[in-house]
């Protein structure tokens, strides 16, 4: 079976693999770094009991869930996503939880809900895949309360830092990974297109997803390998070129020099 690409898969997740699709959902959510993230971006977006809160992109539901416990009983959080297969599995595993959590279909960019519905919106790893990001973060002010806020998180793929002695190859991989996203440096375009869409306060906060150990390779690899498969089919890579890239980084792993760094981005903004 052919690798599936996150680029290709997580913009028809109901034509594609979902199995690994929502593997890798659950993977990434685990990892101790991600972790952190989140736990940043909650800082930034200051819940507070009976806030009713928007999740977009939200997959199979895993960071909505946390949400939900933060706004208590007397709160709200809704999560939407473009796929059917992720809301529905998110329902399933918050099926009898008690919170006050709902979730449903809704593209990123038109989403179901009155004007200022919402004291806070997240999105991660979202807008990466939608070429106009303006155009979904003018519908997140019309969404959002005065004083309300919207916190993302994206990745700025063409920084990936990963050491290897074939640095040529490396760079082209890089470069190759992050154009194969529609909106792939939209980590670089976060402060201004939160202020062109007339957020206040516009904050970034730099966080970068590293790691030197064989899980951390392993879902580099989940994330890698689909898009390099495509690399490699319309020629821009050769099979062997992919192999050895791949065995040297297996091999610092075993030696214990691995490291690897994603170079990612926290934006913040106030409606008004």
């Known amino acids: 079976m052919e690798k599936q690409s996150i680029t290709t898969g997580f913009q028809q997740v109901d034509n594609s693999q979902h199995d690994f699709l929502i593997q890798f959902l659950e993977d990434m959510a685990a990892t101790p770094v991600v972790r952190e993230s989140f736990e940043l971006q909650m800082s930034l977006l200051d819940i507070k009991p009976g806030d009713h809160l928007l999740d977009v992109g939200c997959g199979i539901g895993i960071q909505a869930q946390e949400m939900a416990k933060r706004v208590t009983s007397t709160g709200k959080v809704i999560g939407t996503d473009i796929s059917t297969t992720m809301i529905e599995v998110a329902k399933t595993k918050n099926y009898n939880t008690g919170l006050p959590l709902e979730f ?76 194969s996203f529609p909106n792939g440096d939209i980590g670089k375009n976060i402060y201004y297109q939160l202020r062109n869409s007339g957020f206040n306060k516009v904050e970034i906060e730099p966080y970068s997803y590293y790691g030197n150990s064989e899980a951390i390779l392993n879902i580099v690899k989940k994330a890698y390998e689909g898009i390099l498969q495509l690399g490699v089919s319309d020629e821009t890579f050769t099979q062997s070129e992919i192999d050895n890239w791949w065995k040297v980084l297996d091999e610092k792993v075993k030696e214990g020099n691995f490291f690897i760094s994603f170079q990612g981005l926290i934006g913040c903004g106030t409606n008004g």
Request: aromatic share 12%; charged share 30%.
């Open 104 to 179: 449903l279909n809704a593209e990123a960019s038109h989403q179901p809900f009155p004007d200022h519905s919402f004291n806070g919106i997240r999105t991660e790893r979202v807008l990466l895949y939608i070429p106009d990001s303006p155009k979904v973060l003018k519908e997140f002010k019309r969404l959002l309360k005065p004083g309300g806020k919207v916190v993302i998180f994206e990745f700025f793929w063409d920084g990936a830092l990963i050491p290897h002695p074939d640095k040529e190859l490396t760079r082209k991989i890089i470069h190759y990974v992050a154009d």
